[in-house]
Nanobody, 124 residues
């Protein structure tokens, strides 16, 4: 499985960006897709997750109500709509895919496949 994340860029606080994650290859063993981010001088943190097949999604408390994760299964795409952006949302955003128990989906060690990351910069 190869993942490619794109759509990052520069936004002002309060603005919006939409990230996309394109998957290619054999994806049948990747039931879960998530977005993680790494801010300047910070560790990688969970942002949002979605089940690739069927329902189910989840968000970090810091983005709940502002970010929305969605999917287009036929196109092997996962999206992250980011609204009401804040400077603390700045970072490199990665999409990741894997299969794990739903309760472990915020653990980055559970994801086997990673995209290259796309940079989001939010100015105040």
């Amino acid at each position: 499985v190869q993942l490619q994340a794109f759509g990052g860029g520069l936004a002002q606080a309060g603005g919006s960006l939409r990230l996309s994650c394109a998957a290619s290859g054999e994806t049948s063993n990747t039931h879960t897709v998530a977005w993680f981010r790494q801010g300047p001088g910070k560790g990688r943190e969970f942002v949002a997750v979605i089940r690739r097949i069927g329902g189910g999604s989840g968000y970090a408390d810091s983005v709940k109500g502002r970010f929305t994760i969605s999917k287009d299964t036929a196109k092997k795409m996962v999206y992250l709509q980011m609204n009401s952006l804040k400077p603390e949302d700045t970072g490199v955003y990665y999409c990741a895919a894997g299969s794990m128990n739903w309760g472990s989906n915020q653990n980055d060690n559970m994801y086997r496949y990673w995209g290259q990351g796309t940079l989001v910069t939010v100015s105040s």
